[in-house]
């Protein structure tokens, strides 16, 4: 028994004929169906007809996928169907009752779903525009460029905390074990907040420190003669000393304790 | 317009006995003797019983090379063979027809 053919010669030779029109196909070989059943090569098929075409009818749809190719697919009930109200019509009476018409369902299913909306593009950004920020400035994500072939890597070392600003990793447990084995810090009950009490190292004041014996500067005094040496000091004539005159007269000895003391940078530490 | 009818009950009878959706058998159990009788032209009539006569016996197949499905389609009522075929394809289990 070949169905196939059965039915590809009733429905082909109705079409031929002029007995039943591709509408009476498509009644019950709707878009749905196909959509369910068409192999997809023949679909593409449909669609490269349908797309050059100048009109889209039952008349293409049947034409391009042919008798022979919708008898193949379709279920046979729905040709059967086709058949039958070709059938009916030539007879005068009216189409006979399917089993989804006692169901009930008289709609036909060739209802196609709405097609979707079209894709919301952003509005375009005139040039030189600045762009009104409306939410919080998140950086965007790190983007691998295509010149750029070790970015994931680099990415992932920062994330990792290979590179960069080092993350704080959560202490380990075994972090503190020197410390519980000498002060018992860190155990379950005490743990790191309770610390023994230590003795202050606030400075002393009004104290100076003992001075050690290979110091040879006095600070304070340095101070001074630093500040001596800036300035210009005044001093009377009885201050002054003839001290070559005194150095005639002195002899030798004075001469030596002259030139002994011709650094004149201690004057004023001498008077 | 009739006789595109008729040329397609023709080809669909002929296609089902070709593709054994049904058999002569199946076409005789609608065009009855009773409707042949009522439907076919005398001389055909005599054309089909000479046959028989010829070969001893009357048997469907032989009825119906006698009488072709372009004869049966041009004599007989399209109702009858249209039972015929539907009934054969419900059989075959490519009709979704309910059967009241």
Redesign the interface.
């Known amino acids: ?3 196939k ?6 429905l082909g ?2 079409l031929e ?3 039943g029109t591709p509408e009476d196909v498509l009644r019950h070989v709707t878009p749905d169906v196909l959509a369910a059943h068409l192999p997809r090569p023949l679909w593409a098929r449909l669609l490269t007809a349908c797309l050059g075409a100048s009109r889209v009818d039952a008349a293409l749809v049947v034409d391009t996928i042919g008798v022979p190719n919708l008898c193949e697919h379709m279920p ?2 729905l ?3 086709c ?2 109200d ?2 009916a019509r ?2 005068g009476k009216p189409a ?5 018409d ?1 169901k009930g369902s008289t709609r036909p299913s060739s209802v196609l779903a709405p097609p979707p909306e079209p894709a919301r593009s952003p509005a375009p950004v005139a040039a030189g525009s600045t762009p009104v920020a409306i939410g919080p400035s998140i950086p965007p994500a790190p983007q691998p460029a295509a010149n750029q072939p070790l970015a994931d890597l680099i990415t992932e070392l920062e994330q990792d905390g290979g590179l960069g600003e080092p993350k704080v990793r959560p202490r380990s447990p075994t972090a503190s074990r020197f410390r519980q084995s000498n002060t018992s810090i860190g155990r379950g009950t005490l743990g790191s907040a309770a610390r023994r009490p230590q003795a202050s190292a606030s400075p002393t004041v009004g104290r100076t420190p003992r001075r050690s014996g290979t110091e040879v500067e006095d600070p304070a005094t340095a101070v001074d003669s630093a500040d001596w040496r800036q300035r210009e000091i005044a001093v009377d004539d009885s201050q002054l000393v003839d001290w070559q005159a005194d150095g005639a007269g002195a002899g030798s000895s004075g001469s030596n304790a002259v030139t002994g003391d011709d650094d004149f940078g201690d004057l004023g530490r001498k008077r | 317009m009739s006789d595109q009818r008729q040329a397609w009950f023709a080809r669909v009878v002929e296609s089902g006995l070709q593709n054994e959706i049904f058999n002569p058998a199946d076409v005789l159990a609608h065009a009855t003797p009773d409707v042949l009788a009522n439907h076919l032209p005398p001389e055909l009539l005599s054309k089909v019983l000479a046959a028989s006569l010829a070969a001893g016996a009357m048997t469907p197949e032989r009825v119906l090379e006698t009488v072709t499905p372009e004869l049966l389609a041009k004599h007989l009522p399209h109702e009858v063979l249209w039972a015929c075929i539907a009934a054969a394809a419900a059989r075959a289990g490519v009709t979704n027809v309910v059967v009241s």
């Open positions: 028994m070949n169905t053919a059965f039915l590809i010669d009733a030779g109705a004929l002029g007995i046979a009930p040709i059967w169907a058949i039958a070709v059938a030539s007879l006979p009752l399917t089993r989804a006692v």
